[in-house]
T-cell receptor
Framework: GQNIDQPTEMTATEGAIVQINCTYQ??????LFWYQQHAGEAPTFLSY????GLEEKGRFSSFLSRSKGYSYLLLKELQMKDSASYLC????????????FGTGTLLAVQP | DTGVSQDPRHKITKRGQNVTFRCDPI?????LYWYRQTLGQGPEFLTY????????KSRLLSDRFSAERPKGSFSTLEIQRTEQGDSAMYLC?????????????FGDGTRLSIL
């Protein structure tokens, strides 16, 4: 079966660093995406990993270990506007384009 | 780039009625996807088009659901004989065909409420 696990909720303080973990068990693997979704809005693309290692984009970084079926999203210098749901999604097969999403991690940034 | 546009934003209807949603993808994107999202869950894949061809359908897409993309541009998703369980946010996404790392860009969705 296909399974993607993320913590349901996290709380962090403005200005701090937070790491959101994602583990996956899928029949295949062809890339992992992170999306941010504010309540009532569209998911917006944050990052993409297909090879092992760290990808950095400004305040956001994402890491992938394919052997462990594990990824994390690292958010630095947290701002209040970072309060949102963070979705981990796996593209499970080469040639198909559908994404399998986790349930999302609701991050609350407190002053 | 005006983004993915979905219409309507909200739809309230009685059980048993038919509803149709429209999605206009980013203009140069040839790939279009429909997902369904319920509260507290991530989006679930429904179907995928490359140009006008519907290449993949989820088992979630029962025979009451039909999607079209007649000219390879906009797409419609129709639900016939709606049921309470159809209440959800219906999201459309599009992507370009160049490279496996091309992300899917989502619209704001159509929120369907079945009375």
């Amino acid at each position: 079966g296909q399974n993607i696990d993320q913590p349901t909720e996290m709380t962090a303080t403005e200005g701090a660093i937070v790491q959101i973990n994602c583990t996956y068990q899928t029949s295949g693997f062809n890339g992992l995406f992170w999306y941010q979704q504010h309540a009532g809005e569209a998911p917006t693309f944050l990052s993409y990993n297909v090879l092992d290692g760290l990808e950095e984009k400004g305040r956001f970084s994402s890491f992938l270990s394919r052997s462990k079926g594990y990824s994390y999203l690292l958010l630095k210098e947290l701002q209040m506007k970072d309060s949102a749901s963070y979705l981990c999604a796996v593209r499970d097969q080469a040639g198909t384009n559908k994404l399998i999403f986790g349930t999302g991690t609701l991050l609350a940034v407190q002053p | 780039d005006t983004g993915v546009s979905q219409d309507p934003r909200h739809k309230i209807t009685k059980r048993g009625q038919n509803v149709t949603f429209r999605c206009d993808p980013i203009s140069e994107h040839n790939r279009l996807y429909w997902y369904r999202q319920t509260l507290g869950q991530g989006p679930e894949f429904l179907t995928y088009f490359q140009n006008e061809a519907q290449l993949e359908k989820s088992r979630l897409l029962s025979d009451r659901f039909s999607a079209e993309r007649p000219k390879g541009s906009f797409s419609t998703l129709e639900i016939q004989r709606t049921e309470q369980g159809d209440s959800a946010m219906y999201l459309c996404a599009s992507s370009s065909g160049g490279g496996i790392n091309q992300p899917q860009h989502f619209g704001d969705g159509t929120r369907l409420s079945i009375l």
